[in-house]
């Protein structure tokens, strides 16, 4: 980065800084008066917005860029009204800024109250989806927070009128325009800049592939909530309802295969191997699905391809999917533990002792028992749109909503206490 572009940053962050003390105390009235603005400029601009994007998505077919990639990237105006309508669902959500966290009186007589207050300036840094952009912001401006949003280059038209017509919005708002910032520039350089912005940034949340994670978790020294990589597995019960089992394999494999709670792999027990196999086969072949399978797998189907150790620590991200034929429940927990990524896993079975077993055993953020891994999500889960799925254990864990957001402080209050005094 030049000293050109790293001053310009600078007067980024400092701005960025600026508006999140502005912006903290604002009371819900107004946070949500701004988000009504955004929702409604999302829609007047909607012909701006998708022309916009449209260069982006030429520009990444040009570059051979993945069909389901550019579906992550594409926006187009039914998609443009989802987004405004994840803000304003935003809107009606409870403010998370001011609540008890917990509180009492001490022995002393002093008043003590943990509450919650926003982050300060939330930096994101993610791939590809331009809905990104509208959903970070908006969630961090609920929570109170200004978010300083750095998009792949491959979406850099779209972020960039897209924070255009927030700042425009937010501009006849109380909320400060300067409460939702683009990083300027589209080089590494720029991300760089970003995750040492030590006392400029409180926070980093990267959002992307494996190789974005890992290098922001490395390089930063502004702290980092991981979320994101999803080898997310189906575990096949020996009681299984095989109707079920295939049913849930195929909605998690295939009903969107882009997305970080996608189904990676399914685990067989033995013992439903031989009922489940080849209906579950044949249907992920008819949805277009490549099986990558171990040898027990492929005893079922020539149209398996031979699995790798790779296969195993795969997000495909794309119509692929491991398999491997395991003989015990504990044999799948050990297989997820060594090879998953802590999002997101399921069992299909009829047996509760195994489910509980699994539950239990099962290391992640979010463990689903007879039903798809597609629901780990924030909308799913009732918190609105989500700033991501954590798959770390400190501060947040699973879809982080509007609490996850916030940090908490304490507030004492006294009628002229003093150290050591007797009350």
Same mark, same amino acid.
């Given at each position: 980065?030049?000293?050109?572009?790293?001053?310009?940053?600078?007067? +980024?962050?400092?701005?960025?800084?600026?508006?999140?003390? =502005? !912006?903290?105390?604002?009371?819900?009235?107004?946070?949500?008066?701004? !988000?009504?603005?955004?929702?409604?400029?999302?829609?007047?601009?909607? %012909?701006?917005?998708?022309?916009?994007?449209?260069?982006?998505?030429?520009?990444?077919?040009?570059?051979?860029?993945?069909?389901?990639?550019? %579906?992550?990237?594409? *926006?187009?105006?039914?998609?443009?009204?989802?987004?405004?309508?994840?803000?304003?669902?935003?809107?009606?959500?409870?403010?998370?800024?001011?609540?008890?966290?917990?509180?009492?009186?001490?022995?002393?007589?002093?008043? =003590?109250?943990?509450?919650?207050?926003?982050?300060?300036?939330?930096?994101?840094?993610?791939?590809?989806?331009?809905?990104?952009?509208?959903?970070?912001?908006?969630?961090?401006?609920?929570?109170?927070?200004?978010?300083? *949003?750095?998009?792949?280059?491959?979406?850099?038209?779209?972020?960039? #009128?897209?924070?255009?017509?927030?700042?425009?919005? *937010?501009?006849?708002?109380?909320?400060?325009?300067?409460? +939702?910032?683009?990083?300027?520039?589209?080089?590494?350089?720029?991300?760089?800049?970003?995750?040492?912005?030590?006392?400029?940034?409180?926070?980093?949340?990267?959002?992307?592939?494996?190789?974005?994670?890992?290098?922001?978790?490395?390089?930063?020294?502004?702290?980092?909530?991981?979320?994101?990589?999803?080898?997310?597995? #189906?575990? #096949?019960?020996?009681?299984?309802?095989?109707?079920?089992?295939?049913?849930?394999?195929?909605?998690?494999?295939?009903?969107?295969?882009?997305?970080?709670?996608?189904?990676?792999?399914?685990?067989?027990?033995?013992?439903?191997?031989?009922?489940? =196999?080849?209906?579950? !086969?044949?249907?992920?072949?008819?949805?277009?699905?490549?099986?990558?399978?171990?040898?027990?797998?492929?005893?079922?189907?020539?149209?398996?391809?031979?699995? &790798?150790?790779? %296969?195993?620590?795969?997000?495909? =991200?794309?119509?692929?999917?491991?398999?491997?034929?395991?003989?015990?429940?504990?044999?799948?927990?050990?297989?997820?533990?060594?090879?998953?990524?802590?999002?997101?896993?399921?069992?299909?079975?009829?047996?509760?002792?195994?489910?509980?077993?699994?539950?239990? *055993?099962?290391?992640?953020?979010?463990?689903?028992?007879?039903?798809?891994?597609?629901?780990?999500?924030?909308?799913?889960?009732?918190?609105?749109?989500?700033?991501?799925?954590? &798959?770390?254990?400190?501060?947040?864990?699973?879809?982080?909503? !509007?609490?996850?957001?916030?940090?908490?402080?304490?507030?004492?209050?006294?009628?002229?206490?003093?150290?050591?005094? #007797?009350?």
């Amino acid at each position: 980065m030049s000293e050109q572009e790293r001053e310009e940053f600078a007067r +980024v962050a400092r701005r960025a800084k600026d508006a999140a003390a =502005l !912006l903290a105390p604002l009371p819900r009235s107004a946070k949500d008066a701004a !988000l009504h603005a955004i929702a409604d400029a999302l829609v007047a601009h909607t %012909d701006e917005i998708v022309k916009a994007n449209g260069l982006d998505v030429a520009r990444a077919r040009e570059n051979g860029t993945s069909e389901y990639m550019i %579906d992550r990237l594409g *926006l187009s105006p039914e998609r443009v009204a989802a987004i405004a309508d994840a803000v304003r669902q935003v809107a009606t959500l409870p403010d998370p800024v001011g609540e008890t966290v917990r509180g009492n009186v001490l022995p002393n007589g002093l008043d =003590l109250r943990q509450i919650r207050v926003p982050l300060g300036v939330v930096g994101i840094i993610y791939e590809g989806r331009p809905n990104v952009t509208v959903d970070a912001a908006a969630l961090c401006l609920k929570s109170g927070n200004v978010a300083m *949003l750095r998009g792949s280059s491959s979406a850099y038209e779209s972020n960039t #009128v897209l924070v255009g017509v927030m700042q425009d919005a *937010l501009a006849g708002t109380a909320v400060p325009a300067d409460a +939702v910032q683009l990083v300027p520039g589209t080089s590494r350089e720029s991300v760089k800049h970003l995750m040492r912005a030590r006392g400029l940034v409180d926070v980093l949340i990267p959002r992307g592939g494996a190789s974005l994670i890992n290098s922001v978790v490395q390089e930063s020294t502004v702290p980092v909530i991981e979320t994101g990589v999803g080898n997310c597995s #189906v575990y #096949v019960d020996a009681a299984a309802d095989v109707a079920m089992a295939v049913d849930i394999l195929v909605n998690a494999k295939t009903q969107r295969p882009s997305v970080c709670n996608a189904a990676e792999t399914v685990l067989v027990h033995a013992d439903a191997a031989e009922a489940f =196999l080849p209906r579950a !086969l044949e249907a992920l072949k008819a949805k277009g699905v490549t099986v990558h399978g171990d040898e027990r797998v492929r005893a079922f189907s020539a149209d398996v391809v031979e699995a &790798t150790e790779d %296969d195993w620590y795969a997000e495909y =991200l794309s119509l692929d999917i491991a398999a491997r034929v395991v003989d015990t429940l504990e044999d799948a927990v050990a297989h997820i533990r060594r090879y998953g990524s802590g999002h997101t896993e399921a069992i299909v079975t009829t047996s509760q002792p195994a489910a509980k077993r699994f539950v239990a *055993l099962v290391d992640s953020a979010a463990v689903m028992v007879n039903a798809s891994t597609r629901f780990t999500d924030g909308e799913e889960f009732g918190f609105g749109a989500e700033i991501g799925i954590s &798959t770390q254990k400190l501060h947040a864990r699973g879809p982080m909503g !509007l609490p996850e957001l916030t940090s908490t402080k304490y507030v004492v209050v006294g009628e002229g206490h003093l150290k050591g005094q #007797v009350t």
